[in-house]
Nanobody, 121 residues
Framework: QVQLVESGGGLVQPGGSLRLSCAAS????????MGWYRQAPGKQRELVAR???????NYADSVKGRFTVSRDNAENTVHLQMNSLKPEDTAVYYC???????????????WGQGTQVTVSS
């Protein structure tokens, strides 16, 4: 069984910062990609940022220059540093990981339960 547990969400004023963290645990053999998605009310879930196990990163255009994704492969954790937050960043943020649980096993995508980020004055 694999679990992803997020932490770090909350309420912040526009221009402020938050740091989200996500820890993956369980029967994990290897993790290819870890990342963050978000879903605002009435909108589809969208990719925010992701980091591949070789360190390459991808960001949504709307967060480039403001958010930074990082990863600790030894601890199976991924972080999202969010700076210069805007009201439009308000959403539930979900951690995800594409991983395998066995040698040469298939890769599955796992999701965390989500953490609320609210940017408001």
């Amino acid at each position: 069984q694999v679990q992803l547990v997020e932490s770090g969400g909350g309420l912040v004023q526009p221009g402020g910062s938050l740091r989200l963290s996500c820890a993956a645990s369980g029967s994990i053999f290897s993790i290819n990609v870890m990342g963050w998605y978000r879903q605002a009310p009435g909108k589809q879930r969208e990719l925010v940022a992701r980091i591949i196990n070789d360190g390459r990163t991808n960001y949504a255009d709307s967060v480039k220059g403001r958010f930074t994704v990082s990863r600790d492969n030894a601890e199976n954790t991924v972080h999202l540093q969010m700076n210069s937050l805007k009201p439009e960043d308000t959403a539930v943020y979900y951690c995800n990981a594409d991983l395998s649980t066995a040698v040469r096993g298939p890769i599955y995508r796992y999701w965390g339960q989500g953490t609320q980020v609210t940017v408001s004055s």
